[in-house]
């Protein structure tokens, strides 16, 4: 299956409304995992029913639910009914395979990410969807599979005092983002890295496999540029969002967003225009190897052209060839053979093929 | 005829509400399929005549009345009649080369759209005109040929728990824009997995074959891309829409098809830079290859030419040649040859040049 | 003079309402074409002083004069008298070589826009500066010279059934603009058959006339898209007018032009990147087939190369050379030279050299 | 310095009303020549000490101060005091390497462009700043050098019949830039006839020559679009200004500026993607020459080398070669070498590498 | 790290508020300038503890504390505490990362753009960070490290006589955003030089050398522009920025500031395409140059294959070749010979391959 666009048969027609999970397994039972906080308390759980979830919506303190895995319709049935969410929104988050976007339904704002992840080894970048719906007091995460990259906000969470614990849940969602694109940063600033190591190979010695990292590099890229492009229009929106959820004391964070949104798109746009121009490099450096190679080779046959015509001639079996009988004529031959290749070869010194 | 554009002569300069067919006539018969229903009943009839639509207009329920075939005027006439439509309307639907547009009509709302179907053999995309009228409880299909890719809807139709039994007319339009769309990233999903398919072979062993291969896909993606763009801006426009056939309760499904049809643009730009990308590759490795073996076999030659200046040195026939007598002088000859061939070998290895 | 932008020295510094006439003669004489009509009567005149013109001004029927020929500026002026047009205007009108433009006077809407036209047999495109005034009653129209593509709605006037009949002047500049833009997508279609017909001819056997016809093609499509861009500009300008020459309900018309000269300007587009996929393709087919011939060509000078220099050994003159005595010698040299041949062939073959 | 740039240290951290002139010197004297015209009367005189302008400044009519020359402090110093004009506005005079812009100060509005002119014999293009400012009745241009492109505007003054003469300060200003504007759609016009005189010489005999020309003419193009890109905003913004000085009769004016830069801008648009078709038909020509050279001389080549092979063969000096015996055989040699050097042109031909 | 975008595993997930130092540390010790002016008074200290900051923050005066050094988390929380800043504002200060931008928090206004700098030598180009805080009297200025570009500035202030003594802490922020865009200018200015200067080597004698300068220009180039387009919309945003700590009278020069980064931006795009056609050049010049001389050597090597051949006939073994006896052969031979030579290279000349 195309690892940019991936639609089966199967998916064409579905009601909007169907919870029906379009992407791939990831993760075998789906885990619920709980914080619940203020600034007075916190309190985190791993609740394996999804019913169990009821009580929390109530509360007046901030609550976290974060679910992993989201091929289960019946356990998604559960979550809808339990924060009486339309069908709507949670066949929206199942559809792991749609576009980064900001819904403002009716009960609660719908937003969805993609989460990148490089693989240190391979380089290889591994896309996972991320949707958060936002309440009253509740924000929902939903992820493919677990493991993820928030714990540096789980552990600002457990620290009394920052800013996060007196904060709603837009602060929260937007802790959330926020690692999100820093994680992008993160991958780009990476790539980044690598892309400006070749410089240095490019220049004295490339070799084919320059050339293929490269195209790797290249193709990495581009994947990540089609995910991340759409997040900046997401982001923006997101910014300018007027929704009871969100305070306007935290727009100041979503502006922040958007510039660092921003700054990752710039960053890869500039590393693609440095990888196209390696690829110029690399070509122009390769086939000026090969000219020199190429240049070198036909000057030294060249040198030796004239010379075999000589010793030709004088290997005739005419009856008479003056030159034959004279008794110095082999070595006055050495000697015209030796004074004209130094000419060419000064001619061509001159003349800078050499 | 171009696949891109067309227009003969013929087609200039009519009146914008003549009833005049253009396109291919790709069916003999025109058909009509009705079907009608609310959250009670359902029913699904075919009928010969377009006057008996009649009786369907003023029902309160919903009916989709599905036309194949635009050719006949006649036919288009007795529709205008029976719905009340203006000319210019049915004028608009019977022009099968026009843009994808949203015309906002007095009575009735048109939206016309590309329908693509690719063929899995040939790979090549077919393209056909539909055109929806929305009314107050009515919506006609318009298609070129029958045979469609509405199923899923009329199951969902069938099933009286289903949301679409509830709703109106505009759900219906958005059920059938969303199948389009959906078909639109199925196919840009095939092609893309065939364009990913040509990476492996790429880089082992491009043959003339995978260049081709390339060149369809690109022909057949820009093909695509003129097709969809236009749509992007017709959903768009569409999502804006003030009519009155439109509730407000369905541009939430709205805001998804442009979600999708964005998804489908974006998507198809990725994969034109990746074909791109290929057919640099492509060229790369081809030339690459070729190098080597010139550069292989300008270095075999180099090795020989000074061996045989030599041997024709020998075969001079002066009459004073020392060596000539001397009695080893043939094996020193073979000797200082092989010299010089594995002196030049070990030079053209430590320059890489083998 | 230059065929995209023409500016004489003696064009700059002119007062912007001098009668002064930029651009080539075209015709010797100017004519004048009167046609009046409303649903009720029709009369088809064609008047030799412009002075004439003026029984036709307050009339209540719809009047339309075709001015052929703009060179006589003794002319304009009559016709600025007899209309009550500022000077400004018809020096506007006098202007052929300016952008398409709507300019909306105080007494009239002036509309200019090129008319083209395709010599079907050189290829070449040409360009006509057309400009259409619009009063409460009356549709001026001016050309260069005589001949024009109007005739289908001069016969739809004739026509005492049809819309045009019972609509006034702003339906009439709407038809003839209709038509203009038809013959651009005609015109584009056209060259799209000719783009489209390379294609074959580009994968079989690719010729320096194949070449030729693609830059050729080429250059007129810039050509087109030059004319045609801004008039796209153009006519969304003129569909967004608020005048009291346009009534409210011609609006739709207006907007379908809009759609027609979208739908004009991406297929040109669509076609520009067709041609450069053809150049690309062109160079890929020439110089691998350059290729091929030149490593057929080396690879067969390179099996001989080796078997020369084994003959050359035996023409040496050395006096013991025992191989020279043996008597199956020569034998056993074609021998070794028909295995080297063998063998190097055999070895060019597993390479995929030859 | 840069052509497309300048700045020096000296420049840098001036505080914005220090009447500090960035540019060079071009002219000895600062020169004033004062026009003073209504509808009833004409005065034209040169004056030396600006100081004596002040007479001018509350006429009733329009008055149009000429200056060349910006270098000196001191005058600017003093017409700042004539005019009761801020520093800032004529330290902004003085910056003539600034972008093209509309400034709406309190007391007036300053405008400035870039005048060009193309030197008719090496095709340069030369550029100077030209700097309007207009008041109630008074309308001050600063150049940086005497003699300009005016002339045409000062004839129209001298006729009292003009519409100049009857206009105020907004449209004598209008009468200025369009001259400009002309001049740049003039200059745009020469160039594309050297573009276009190119395409001829470039398909028959291109030669290193036609490959400077074109290089030039992109490096001028490219100077020239340098500088008028940023006047389209400019006058753009001028369009739409608001202020006391400018009439609303003269904004049709203003359009028509737009309208002609539009041009200019669009043009040398064109004529840019001409030039890089032209580099690329260079290209492919002189190439496709190369291709055809080389390829005959390989052929060339490649005949001789079996025929050398078979007289090499018969150069040995075995003591048993049957057919050096026979009568015949130097006649057969000749025969079998004749056959087979025309079996392989007949063998090139076929396969059409000839 | 990367140069383009650098982001470390650490700096993910932490909150917006905590005083983190993004970057590298620069200087040592955190260094503390106050300058405090207004019309009639003027004094400039250095303080060493931010503590003693607190006495100028309610002056009616303009107060301006430079800061060089960033890293220094305490000094941050004890500024914080003197202006009453909240932690947010610092927290944007300390990320020397970020993009330029402009915030508007409730007590201030935060600026921050990159401040760049050439190495005159090497030619590189290195950024820092400024970050500007304005609030009613003061403006806080931040720098990585000493030294900098604002000395101007700081003489104007000196002389009681100019603008800025009477002006505001907002005209001083223009002083020196004004400064650090002149720095650009001044910097694109010079690579221009830079590129400006290589046309000529370009022509006649291009070397690696100047290859590799174009690719470190362009390099460099980048960086620029990836660095100063993102302060182009930060600039735009300023010009528009309604807060009660810029005065309107202030406006006109912020708009100056903008049309000054337009013309930066601008410049840097020119230079870019001419640096992109130089490349163009650079490899049309060598690969032509490689061109003429395979063409020369390939010729050469043509004119004596056929006078080798020559030789190897007469060079055969046959008992009868009529010509070996006649008593000129050998000197007719050589007539051939260097007739066959002269025929070649008057055809090689005629054909212009030489």
């Known amino acids: ?91 929206d988050v199942m559809d792991t395979h749609s576009r980064p976007k900001v819904h403002d339904y009716d009960n609660c704002v719908l937003v969805s990410i993609k989460m990148m992840q490089m693989n240190e080894e391979t380089g290889l970048i591994s896309v996972e969807n991320l949707s958060i719906i936002i309440m009253k007091t509740v924000l929902i995460s939903f992820q493919e599979r677990d493991g993820d990259v928030f714990d540096p906000v789980r552990e600002r969470i457990k620290n009394a005092k920052r800013r996060i614990r007196k904060s709603g849940v837009d602060y929260l969602m937007y802790a959330l983002l926020d690692i999100v694109i820093d994680n992008y940063i993160y991958i780009i600033s990476n790539l980044g890295e690598k892309i400006e190591a070749i410089e240095g190979k490019l220049l004295e010695n490339p070799s084919k496999e320059t050339l293929d990292q490269i195209n790797l590099l290249k193709k990495e890229l581009n994947f990540l540029r089609k995910n991340i492009n759409p997040a900046q229009e997401m982001i923006l929106a997101l910014s300018k969002l007027d929704s009871e959820f969100i305070n306007e004391s935290s727009l100041v964070h979503f502006k922040e967003l958007v510039g660092n949104i921003n700054q990752a798109v710039e960053s890869s746009d500039s590393y693609r225009e440095i990888l196209s121009d390696q690829l110029n490099i690399y070509h122009t450096t390769i086939s000026s190897k090969l000219n020199d190679v190429m240049k070198f080779l036909t000057v030294f046959s060249v040198i030796f052209i004239p010379l075999t015509f000589i010793a030709g001639i004088y290997g005739t079996n005419f009856d008479v060839v003056p030159e034959l009988k004279y008794k110095y004529s082999y070595f006055i031959m050495w000697g015209v053979m030796i004074v004209i290749a130094i000419g060419m070869l000064i001619y061509f010194k001159r003349k800078k093929w050499l």
């Open 1 to 91: 299956m195309g690892r940019f666009t991936r639609k089966s048969k199967d998916e064409i027609g579905r009601a909007p409304d169907e919870l029906f999970f379009r992407g791939d397994k990831k993760i075998k039972n789906v885990r619920l995992r709980v914080i619940d906080f203020d600034s007075d308390q916190f309190e985190e759980v791993s609740i394996s029913k999804t019913k169990e979830a009821i009580k929390y919506k109530d509360k007046e303190s901030v609550t976290w639910f974060n679910i992993d895995g989201l091929h289960n319709a019946e356990a998604m049935r559960n979550i809808a009914l339990s924060f009486e969410l339309d069908h709507l929104v949670l066949a």
